[in-house]
T-cell receptor, first 111, second 112 residues
Framework: DAKTTQPNSMESNEEEPVHLPCNHS???????IHWYRQLPSQGPEYVIH???SNVNNRMASLAIAEDRKSSTLILHRATLRDAAVYYC????????????FGQGTTLQVKP | DTAVSQTPKYLVTQMGNDKSIKCEQN?????MYWYKQDSKKFLKIMFS???????INETVPNRFSPKSPDKAHLNLHINSLELGDSAVYFC???????????FGPGTRLTVT
């Protein structure tokens, strides 16, 4: 299983961009990089995923390093509702669907 | 409309009892999962079913038994509850095993 390293916590001001880094140097060539987040007292929520190219959706952008050993989740304008634990998860190739959650990054957003 | 629902939301019970947690998804997904989040907020997968067939069975005590009566439901039955079973249990579903997962609101189990 690929290991990930994320900062324990980060702070941001409301309406400013946030860059959440993740190192996954042992990722295999076929593993997708998934990001989930967990808001307080809620279940995890899918954010975005990618393989090699940068990806955008309505929630965030995902920038993947060329060597795929790291990625950055970008929230373009943080809101108070974005305060959550963000998990970077290399997705094991194959069909099991197993998600391995690490400690994640706790994002605080200040008004 | 609730995509993935769990009942009950809270469950308080005594050691040695047997209890069940129910999960239902109305997304038409083929795959369902159970995760456990302990007091340190560590999330770990327990089981997964795809088309009613068990495909993931992590190192979980035999006291935990998942049951999938149909593709829309995955229930978790726990026998002889122990203090260490206290946690939040999340159900999730996905269209296929490799697709993004949708999580339920969780069931907080407290064993006294």
């Amino acid at each position: 299983d690929a290991k990930t390293t994320q900062p324990n916590s980060m702070e941001s001001n409301e309406e400013e961009p946030v860059h959440l880094p993740c190192n996954h140097s042992t990722i295999s060539g076929t593993d997708y990089i998934h990001w989930y987040r967990q808001l307080p007292s809620q279940g995890p929520e899918y954010v975005i995923h990618g393989l090699t190219s940068n990806v955008n959706n309505r929630m965030a952008s995902l920038a993947i390093a060329e060597d795929r050993k790291s990625s950055t989740l970008i929230l373009h304008r943080a809101t108070l509702r974005d305060a959550a634990v963000y998990y970077c998860i290399p997705r094991i190739s194959g069909n099991t669907g197993k998600l391995i959650f690490g400690q994640g990054t706790t994002l605080q957003v200040k008004p | 409309d609730t995509a993935v629902s769990q009942t009950p939301k809270y469950l308080v019970t005594q050691m040695g009892n047997d209890k069940s947690i129910k999960c239902e998804q109305n997304l038409g997904h083929d795959t369902m999962y159970w995760y456990k989040q302990d007091s340190k907020k560590f999330l770990k997968i327990m089981f997964s079913y795809n088309n009613k067939e068990l495909i993931i069975n992590e190192t979980v005590p035999n006291r935990f038994s998942p049951k999938s009566p149909d593709k829309a439901h995955l229930n978790l039955h726990i026998n002889s509850l122990e203090l260490g079973d206290s946690a939040v249990y999340f159900c999730a579903s996905s269209q296929m095993p490799s697709y993004e997962q949708y999580f339920g609101p969780g069931t907080r189990l407290t064993v006294t």
